[in-house]
């Protein structure tokens, strides 16, 4: 029976990920900050990176599947050897390297930075890592876009976005990554590599939008307005103690096509993202 280390393992690419691994009969030492019941064959870890309760000694593979700074942090302490490493991190590397906010410049130098320590202390304990960098991730109803986008249109049955926001999006479901992490365990070439991870379908962000106000019950309407409306409208919700995470920079990236290639991940991991569907979960409730 292989081993397993999960971190996020509560997350919502851990939950799916840990499914997979059971499935497999693998034994998994899950990480959670709240006690958790034990079940088939995951046996749940309490705590944070700062402590954690009952560690293996020895385990086949890593994965981390939460904050990728937190664990490259963790990783480098060295209490847990392995050979193998599999962890997320967010092509936000790429697409917030020039934002001109502060707080998201400060994200891709955090992401930087553990990539490279992950990356590092890998070579220096003799282990192989993998970096797998999803793009807008959906399918638990627990994501920051379209599982908040459809919360606020549940209560106002509509959702405004401004005129012209047809950016190109690859929404990529949370199975399609576990798939992923499992996926590149075994395959020599993606040792010591990073891959983007898109979804398997490319469309405008009002399309994906549209597509989800659409599979909410009863649906929402889909309201474009001029972008001098919708900065007015942000700037009373942002008053009113709402939408404050959604930056000017956020609002011009609407428009911007934030694509990736996987073809790098289809070539050495075989890797196959299904299209942007709804199903039950991906939205926090059940689907229209």
């Known amino acids: 029976m292989r081993t397993a280390l999960v971190f996020g393992a509560s997350g919502q690419i851990g939950e799916a990920l840990l499914a997979r691994l059971d499935a497999r009969d693998w034994q998994v030492f899950a990480v959670s900050r709240m006690p958790r019941p034990d079940a088939s064959n995951v046996r749940w870890l309490r705590g944070e990176f700062a402590g954690i309760e009952g560690l293996p000694a020895v385990v086949d593979v ?107 999006r690859q929404p990529v479901h949370v199975d399609d990554l576990a798939a992923a992490a499992l996926a590149v365990v075994d395959a020599p070439t993606t040792h010591g590599q990073a891959y983007a991870l898109p979804g398997g379908e490319t469309l405008a962000y009002r399309d994906m939008v549209a597509r989800t106000l659409a599979a909410l019950e009863p649906p929402a309407t889909l309201w474009q307005v001029p972008m001098p409306m919708f900065r007015m409208a942000l700037s009373l919700a942002r008053l009113a103690g709402v939408m404050r995470g959604l930056t000017d920079d956020a609002v011009a990236r609407m428009r911007e096509d934030l694509v990736f290639d996987a073809t790098p991940a289809r070539r050495d991991f075989g890797y196959a993202p299904k299209p942007f569907e709804l199903d039950a979960n991906a939205l926090g409730r059940k689907v229209g």
């Open 62 to 168: 890593i994965f981390s599947t939460g904050p990728l700074d937190g664990f490259a942090w963790w990783y480098e302490r060295g209490l847990v050897a392995t050979p193998r490493v599999v962890a997320f991190g967010s092509t936000s590397l790429d697409t917030k390297q020039a934002s001109g906010d502060a707080y998201e410049r400060d994200i891709v130098a955090r992401l930087q930075a553990a990539e490279r320590l992950v990356f590092d202390t890998a070579a220096a304990n003799g282990a192989s890592a993998t970096l797998l960098r999803p793009t807008l991730v959906y399918g638990a109803g627990r994501d920051q876009t379209l599982a908040r986008i459809a919360a606020m249109a549940r209560r106002t049955r509509f959702f405004v976005l401004p005129r012209g926001a047809d950016g190109k």
